[in-house]
């Protein structure tokens, strides 16, 4: 059974209806734009719907997971619309009550990595490099703020404001990856089938609301305090606006270095 597919996001019914496996489906860098950030939120909404469902994989196609959300879509212009929508669909993610998970090759970028680190667990394979490069354009990764910090403590702090990846080995050193192996796809399905499929999908609900209930109240929290300091504070900096049109032209930022 197949749910109905978007050009970029494609989505199948596995394990007689109880897992539910979305596909990233623009490649090569499954860029999360505002069309792809629309149907991946339908395809949640669609899931929570459905009372068979026990888990949720978030796989792409491609060598590559995704580079992260739409660098043109976070110019000033643009940023308003687009930000709203993409933190929308991750908190949908992350309080939709049902396990997810990911399944991740190459690079898990910027946006890329905040959407998927709102899941249950993530499944890698020895080539993924994960990363919020975001202040290398001169921004900052809302999500990430919140999600890194929920995920691997403070070490989260690093990552953050220098804007490097990591590779497997550390990400899994980290915490952030549940395992490293040449076929996530298939680590990430048998953890399914032999730890989630014999339990009640009900009771799976329940236990994944009562794990979150620090993470939702974040969400709930400190993510429109974060998007409101993103939007008018940061986006009204010279810097900001030099650093995304600098990635743009493909040439060095000329900084001012004030706005703070």
Same mark, same amino acid.
């Given at each position: ?11 199948? *019914? ?17 860029? !999360? ?34 580079? $992260? ?16 929508? #993409?933190?929308? !669909? ?6 939709? %009550? ?11 970028? $910027?946006?890329? *990595? ?8 993530? #499944? ?15 921004? #900052? ?6 999600? *890194? ?22 990400? &899994? ?44 109240? &974040? ?39 004030? %706005?703070?």
């Amino acid at each position: 059974m197949n749910v109905a597919d978007s050009n970029k996001v494609g989505s199948s *019914l596995l394990q007689n209806g109880q897992v539910l496996r979305i596909e990233l489906a623009a490649p090569k860098a499954n860029i !999360l734009d505002l069309s792809m950030i629309t149907a991946l939120h339908d395809r949640l909404t669609w899931a929570q719907q459905q009372q068979r469902i026990k888990a949720i994989m978030l796989c792409a196609q491609g060598d590559h997971f995704s580079f $992260g959300a739409s660098v043109e879509e976070h110019q000033r212009d643009q940023v308003a619309q687009m930000l709203p929508r #993409f933190h929308a !669909l991750v908190e949908t993610l992350c309080t939709v %009550g049902i396990p997810t998970f990911a399944v991740l090759r190459g690079n898990c970028l $910027g946006g890329g *990595l905040e959407l998927v680190a709102g899941c249950t667990a993530l #499944f890698a394979s020895p080539t993924v490099k994960l990363g919020q490069p975001e202040i290398r354009l001169a921004v #900052f990764a809302p999500l990430g703020s919140l999600l *890194l910090p929920w995920r691997v403590g403070g070490r989260a702090l690093e990552l953050l404001c220098s804007g490097r990846t990591v590779n497997a080995s550390e990400a &899994l050193g980290l915490g952030l990856l549940h395992s490293v192996t040449e076929d996530p796809e298939a680590a990430c399905l048998s953890y399914i089938e032999r730890s989630l499929l014999p339990l009640s999908a009900s009771s799976l609900r329940f236990a994944e609301r009562a794990a979150r209930t620090t993470l939702t109240h &974040l969400l709930r929290t400190e993510l429109p305090k974060l998007e409101q300091l993103y939007l008018e504070e940061l986006m009204a900096t010279a810097d900001a606006s030099e650093g995304i049109a600098a990635f743009l032209a493909k040439r060095p930022p000329r900084y001012a270095n004030e %706005g703070v």
